[in-house]
């Protein structure tokens, strides 16, 4: 059974900086690229950022694009996501998900599976 658990969502001030975790379990990690996805309230959810299955290669949403980092360790079975300079616009559900692939994929339903999300919500 395929799990994909985040943690490290918060309450912070704009400015501020979280980091996000999701631990993967049931599945062969490395094979597996990795995204970040996030949903507001009222809204859909939308592409954030992703890494390639060996980590080499990543991609990133233009909204996020030089304030977040995507990073793995496949040793781990963990994905992060690195969010600095956070702004109120950031706020949402953030929700990791995995896709049976090496490339880099920014559309939601080319993914297998996906995490609970965690929520991370940041104060003007």
């Known amino acids: 059974q395929v799990q994909l658990v985040e943690s490290g969502g918060g309450l912070v001030q704009a400015g501020d900086s979280l980091r996000l975790s999701c631990a993967a379990s049931?599945?062969?990690?490395?094979?597996?690229?990795m995204g970040w996805f996030r949903q507001a309230p009222g809204k859909e959810r939308e592409f954030v950022a992703v890494?390639?299955?060996?980590?080499?290669?990543?991609n990133y949403a233009d909204s996020v694009r030089g304030r977040f980092t995507i990073s793995r360790d496949n040793a781990k079975n963990t994905v992060y996501l690195q969010m600095n300079s956070l702004k109120p616009e950031d706020t949402a559900v953030y929700y990791c998900?995995?896709?049976?692939?090496?490339?880099?994929?920014?559309?939601?339903?080319?993914?297998?599976?996906w995490g609970q999300g965690t929520q991370v919500t940041v104060s003007s």
């Open positions: 998900a995995a896709r049976r692939s090496s490339g880099l994929q920014s559309r939601a339903p080319e993914y297998n599976y």
């Open positions: 049931g599945l062969t990690f490395s094979s597996y690229a």
């Open positions: 890494i390639t299955s060996s980590g080499i290669a990543t």
